[in-house]
């Protein structure tokens, strides 16, 4: 496959539309009070989401649809190592998803599509694209997060070297010291 990670399409609106945990952001302004777009706290959870997911394991692409953002004109850019693109005017999200992941078979690359899209899915399933769904994304970012959250509670402590030492062969070190004192 050419040494390159596999690559990671995923068809950003619709996650964000197919799942309760991007859903409930959308016309969320907290961050952003005079923002005018809905969309922007949704999409911003998802770049993060995506980002700590595909960390290591995939090169990945978010794709959106340009024809209702605020701007059309909005450049494509990378977020936290993570691949934003903006659909052009005239051209839906799907059909750039598609290409991406078509291109890259063609190319030998191992791919994965991101989507509930049934019809994103009939065209590049054929093609030896894998298919991860909306739901099973959130579902391995939910373990993800308690994953975080379990290492942030666990106690901090400093290993000393006794402290890996078996019991009774630290009992013997501290007679040892008890004797040189």
Do not use: W
């Amino acid at each position: 496959m050419g040494g390159k990670r596999e690559l990671l399409v995923v068809d950003g609106y619709n996650v964000i539309h197919a799942t309760p945990r991007y859903r409930r952001l959308v016309f969320d302004h907290a961050d952003d009070p005079y923002s005018s777009d809905v969309h922007d706290g949704s999409r911003m959870a998802l770049i993060a989401d995506v980002a700590a997911f595909a960390q290591g394991r995939y090169d990945a692409i978010i794709v959106f649809d340009g024809a209702g953002n605020v701007s059309a004109a909005r450049p494509d850019l990378i977020e936290a190592g993570v691949r934003i693109e903006f659909s052009p005017t005239g051209v839906s999200a799907d059909t750039v998803v598609q290409r991406l992941c078509i291109e890259a078979r063609d190319a030998g690359r191992a791919c994965s599509v991101v989507t509930s899209d049934a019809a994103i899915q009939t065209t590049v399933m054929g093609k030896g694209v894998t298919r991860i769904s909306a739901r099973m994304l959130v579902d391995e970012i939910r373990e993800i997060d308690r994953d975080v959250e379990e290492m942030e509670q666990a106690p901090h402590m400093k290993m000393t070297l006794s402290d890996r030492l078996a019991p009774d062969l630290r009992r013997k070190l501290d007679e040892l010291r008890g004797r040189r004192s």
